[in-house]
């Protein structure tokens, strides 16, 4: 099993991930916020099937890259349920304030606790993680230690709850959910470095 992180350029960069099971070539892509053909010929380099594409959250800068990658393939998407607010909304997904209309529609639309499957030896559970949008998830490896968390929490500083939908006090507490996973969990955020449970859990006072 293998975690690939590729940093993709549109109005921003963004880190995208494959959460990949090269023994069987088959991976799930989290967060194509651009350049989705680029994200086509890596995973197809790698011989890898790309399952499904994995939203944390409905930010456009997190989800630019699907159109692009739907005019190739049709791998299904996933997101939380209050994504249906961002993912169609781009005043809500910020799209607008960058002059750009970043639409996505038909989405299989998750539940905190549900699991994606990506064989009988690999899934992520959906942790809901409220507070940088309404719609914030963590996906969660249990197995290998390992959880992207979008935008909630960064290497050395805390999420922004300053867009439409954030909001403290849900930030706060989804940071501790977030901490309270096993401290060898490593971290895979939307716009920094990789970083642990352990070497975060110095920075709040949880």
């Not at 939380?80 to 607010?85: A, I, Q, W």
């Not at 909304?89 to 299989?108: A, P, Y």
Request: charged share 20%.
């Amino acid at each position: 099993m293998s975690v690939l992180a590729v940093p993709v350029k549109g109005v921003f960069w963004t880190n995208c991930y494959f959460y990949a099971d090269e023994e069987a070539g088959r991976c799930f892509i989290v967060d194509p916020g651009a350049e989705g053909e680029k994200l086509i010929n890596i995973a197809w380099s790698h011989g890898w099937l790309i399952n499904g594409i994995l939203i944390t959250h409905g930010h456009f800068d997190h989800t630019a890259g699907i159109a692009e990658i739907r005019r190739k393939i049709s791998p299904p998407v996933y997101a939380h349920e209050l994504g249906r607010l961002y993912l169609t909304d781009t005043t809500k997904n910020l799209s607008r304030l960058c002059g750009q209309s970043v639409i996505v529609h038909d989405v299989h639309y998750l539940h905190d606790g549900d699991i994606l499957t990506l064989n009988s030896s690999h899934s992520l559970r959906v942790i809901h993680t409220p507070g940088h949008t309404e719609d914030s998830i963590t996906l969660y490896d249990a197995g290998r230690g390992i959880a992207f968390v979008g935008d909630t929490i960064f290497k050395g500083s805390p999420g922004s709850d300053k867009y439409p939908g954030g909001n403290t006090q849900d930030l706060h507490n989804s940071i501790r959910k977030i901490l309270d996973l096993p401290e060898r969990t490593i971290l895979y955020s939307g716009h920094s470095e990789q970083t642990t449970v352990k070497d975060e859990r110095r920075n709040y006072a949880l």
